[in-house]
């Protein structure tokens, strides 16, 4: 299977919070990151969490790590329409050598007026 | 910092010619990646430098691709022949090491092979 799942597709409305998702398999992940795409553009680093934090929080972001279940989740607060675009969960895997990031698939943000 | 500076933006060419995409890193990084989007594999690493030096290729689909890193401000990546399942886009990121190992991606080379 994959190394990091994440939903296809999440829409709210604007002014909702946002909760995006993602799971991975492999325990030596050392950090956790959530990247913004827009339509267009490149990847856009919007915050990440060291695997021995449970929370981070970032203004509108905060990060949920849940090492056991090896579970991330992205929530953005009072959601705004410019928050639409795909958002990828990735984790940088301990080792020499391995500093490659592994992607998700992406969770395309859909927030409706 | 300007960012991540790739080139060219959009690529179109025929099966069978080569192409060649550039990439200029953040000054002062010192490892640099290149990673291919497809609908289908997703964002996938072909390879990576660390101070000018491949450390890892194992992304490279075959033969046809290349990559060089000539000095600290700049690498290429080169299809040649270039065919139709190579059309993708192509992402350069580039990061100053450390545990963090964060990564900061270009707006990358849409290239259409017909």
Redesign the interface.
């Known amino acids: 299977g994959e190394d990091v799942e994440q939903s296809l597709f999440l829409s709210v409305r604007e002014g909702d919070s946002s909760v995006i998702n993602c799971t991975y398999t492999d325990s030596s992940s050392t950090y956790l990151y959530w990247y913004k795409q827009e339509p267009g553009a490149g990847l856009q680093l919007l915050t990440y969490i060291f695997s021995n934090m449970d929370m981070k929080q970032d203004q509108r972001l905060t990060v949920l790590l849940n090492k056991k279940d090896k579970h991330l989740s992205l929530r953005i607060a009072d959601t705004q329409t410019g928050d639409s675009a795909i958002y990828f969960c990735a984790e940088s895997k301990k080792g020499t050598g391995r500093r490659a990031l592994t992607f998700g698939s992406g969770t395309r943000l859909q927030v409706q007026p | 910092d300007a960012g991540?500076i790739q080139s060219p933006r959009h690529e179109v060419t025929e099966m069978g010619q080569e192409v060649t995409l550039r990439c200029k890193p953040i000054s002062g990084h010192n490892?640099l990646?290149w990673y291919r989007q497809t609908m289908m594999r997703?964002?996938?690493?072909l390879i990576?430098f660390?101070n000018n030096v491949p450390?890892?290729d194992s992304?490279m689909p075959e033969d046809r691709f290349s990559a060089k890193m000539p000095n600290a401000s700049f690498s290429t990546l080169k299809i040649q022949p270039s065919e139709p399942r190579d059309s993708a886009v192509y992402?350069c990121?580039s990061?100053l090491?450390g545990?963090?190992?964060?990564?900061?991606?270009?707006?990358?080379t849409r290239l259409s092979v017909l």
């Open positions: 991540v490892s990646f997703g964002l996938e690493l990576y660390n450390i890892d992304g992402f990121a990061s090491g545990l963090e190992n964060i990564q900061y991606f270009g707006a990358g």
